[in-house]
């Protein structure tokens, strides 16, 4: 379980000299395929594997001047591996290195964030486990609809992350690829074999086609799975932001010792925390129409996407991250009221129970339309008139000749409404 979010990890990745860094990779990973297949010597990719560095501040002197960062960070290598560093990016076009390590990039921020689901995942199924049978009204259009648990509630989010995380499992085989076949994809001036053992020795699948850029459907891809994720994160907080209100009072936030919830009223208790969640789901959201507008380039390429997934795909990466992480603690530390629960349960004083009531008298033998003016009919008064149902269902002759008390009982019996719960649960988590 991950206790302590710590942005360094997953912002780390998309810094400047992150990126650099694994430019390099991919660099030295193409030297040493070139180096194998008798293209350069074995020397020289010997010595730019161990020379070969950077410094940020040194590639950003460079760039002032020559415009490009990619020549600027090579013009920098060079100045670090001396005369070998003519064999670095031979026979490659910037986008070879600049996207095959982009998508290292995304790898390494889908490692970190599978992580932190796995920890929402286990939160959630704790959880759930611990409130398998506490009763509570389930709501339709925001009305009392019937009772279920708290606990199958939960189960169902754990349902919908595990679906996440296959979703970002799908993502990872997407976006882990390599190209590594010049200037448009023809591999006219370097062997397609170099692409294929580059990307063996970097983790990567070389993509079976390509242009000068890797396809930005792909990218589209990562960017809609996280904002498919930031959504079912946005749909929890949003469940128990309602429940945590004062009218329901189901449950709370954690809310730390020492916190203050309102700089007027100091009974507030805001639910901070999942409001955060479902704001920064927005950014997330929006985020991804970005990746989708990036698909479309010209011809064999253009420039248009850079600018913007510069931003869009780290801005995502650290904010699913981080979410996720929130996720998790407020799962962690979620105070529930079962006698809340249950008083509210009751509140529509057992109208709750009046399709189990219906059925009963179609399994007898009444017809459907008939068995619902039957039920409608206490129904509505029990409601207009704030009185017990069950009570007037049991002075309601027209149902009293066709079920006995104890059958009317029954239908009243919250039990019977949640005989499957271990059924649900054992098809969720297993046995």
């Not at 297949?37 to 010595?47: D, F, H, R, S, T």
């Not at 698909?295 to 931003?311: G, P």
């Not at 007898?364 to 206490?378: I, N």
């Amino acid at each position: 379980m991950i206790d302590r979010y710590t942005l360094k990890e997953m912002s780390g990745i998309w810094t400047l000299k992150h990126r650099y860094q694994r430019i390099l990779d991919v660099e030295i990973a193409v030297a040493k395929a070139q180096a194998e297949l008798g293209y350069l010597p074995k020397e020289a990719a010997g010595v730019i594997e161990e020379k070969a560095r950077f410094d940020v501040d040194r590639v950003a002197q460079i760039e002032s001047e020559v415009k490009h960062d990619l020549i600027a960070l090579l013009t920098n290598v060079a100045e670090y591996v001396g005369e070998p560093a003519r064999y670095i990016h031979l026979g490659l076009t910037s986008y070879d290195v600049v996207d095959t390590a982009l998508s290292l990039m995304l790898k390494d921020s889908l490692k970190i964030i599978k992580e932190k689901i796995d920890s929402l995942l286990l939160a959630i199924k704790d959880k759930a486990y611990e409130y398998k049978e506490t009763a509570m009204i389930g709501r339709t259009h925001g009305i009392h609809a019937e009772p279920l648990t708290f606990g199958l509630k939960l189960a169902l989010w754990y349902a919908e992350m595990i679906r996440n995380k296959e979703r970002l499992e799908r993502t990872e085989e997407i976006v882990a690829v390599g190209k590594i076949s010049g200037a448009v994809g023809t591999y006219a001036h370097i062997d397609p074999r170099i692409e294929e053992i580059a990307c063996r020795n970097l983790g990567l699948l070389p993509v079976q086609i390509s242009s000068q850029v890797i396809q930005r459907d792909r990218h589209a891809d990562y960017l809609c799975t996280l904002a498919i994720i930031s959504s079912s994160l946005d749909k929890f907080a949003t469940e128990i932001r309602s429940l945590a209100r004062t009218e329901l009072g189901e449950v709370e936030e954690p809310f730390g010792k020492g916190q203050k919830g309102s700089s007027a009223m100091p009974h507030k208790k805001n639910p901070i925390l999942c409001e955060r969640i479902s704001g920064l789901a927005r950014i997330t959201r929006a985020n991804a129409q970005v990746g989708l507008e990036n698909v479309a380039l010209w011809n064999e390429r253009d420039i248009s996407h850079s600018s913007a997934e510069r931003v869009v795909l780290a801005d995502s990466s650290i904010l699913v991250d981080f979410m996720c992480f929130e996720s998790s603690k407020v799962i962690k530390g979620l105070v529930v009221y079962p006698e809340r629960m249950l008083e509210n349960l009751n509140k529509t004083k057992g109208l709750i129970f009046s399709e189990g009531l219906m059925l009963t008298l179609v399994r007898k033998g009444v017809s459907r339309e008939e068995a619902y003016k039957l039920v409608q009919t206490p129904a509505l008064l029990a409601k207009e008139k704030a009185w017990d149902f069950k009570e007037q269902v049991l002075k309601e002759r027209s149902i009293l000749a066709i079920l006995s008390q104890p059958e009317i009982e029954e239908c009243f019996s919250i039990k019977s409404h949640l005989k499957n719960i271990d059924f649900i649960f054992e098809k969720v988590f297993g046995k």
